[in-house]
């Protein structure tokens, strides 16, 4: 059975980092593509980092600069850093994986692509 459980969430101040974790069971994450999605009250879940199996990185405008996506294949763990907060990071975030493909560049924005979801974490940043 898989399992990604997140851990890291949790309420800031502006200007404050905050490390979120992923950890996977039942399925490697090395060399897998890893998406964290993140979603405000009454908008859509929007993707806001990914690491393809081959290792590009992709982020959305909202977060460029300020937020790094990794992996940890010893602990079989993804990682989203994310530093110089602001009010408008305030949502719920998820991580979510899936096999890799024929193009290790690959990395959809597409949430019906991802098949392992983690149970989502609050995210909370005071101004």
């Known amino acids: 059975q898989v399992q990604l459980v997140e851990s890291g969430g949790g309420l800031v101040q502006s200007g404050e980092s905050l490390r979120l974790s992923c950890s996977a069971s039942?399925?490697?994450?090395?060399?897998?593509?890893i998406g964290w999605f993140r979603q405000a009250p009454g908008k859509e879940r929007e993707r806001i980092a990914c690491?393809?199996?081959?290792?590009?990185?992709y982020y959305a405008d909202s977060v460029k600069g300020r937020f790094t996506i990794s992996r940890d294949n010893v602990s079989n763990t993804g990682i989203l850093q994310m530093s110089m907060m602001n009010p408008v990071d305030t949502a719920v975030y998820y991580c979510?994986?899936?096999?890799?493909?024929?193009?290790?560049?690959?990395?959809?924005?597409?949430?019906?692509?991802?098949?392992?979801w983690g149970q989502g974490s609050q995210v909370t940043v005071s101004s």
């Open positions: 039942g399925f490697s994450l090395d060399r897998a593509v």
């Open positions: 979510a994986t899936l096999s890799a493909r024929r193009d290790p560049l690959w990395c959809p924005t597409d949430t019906s692509e991802y098949i392992y």
């Open positions: 690491l393809s199996s081959g290792g590009a990185t």
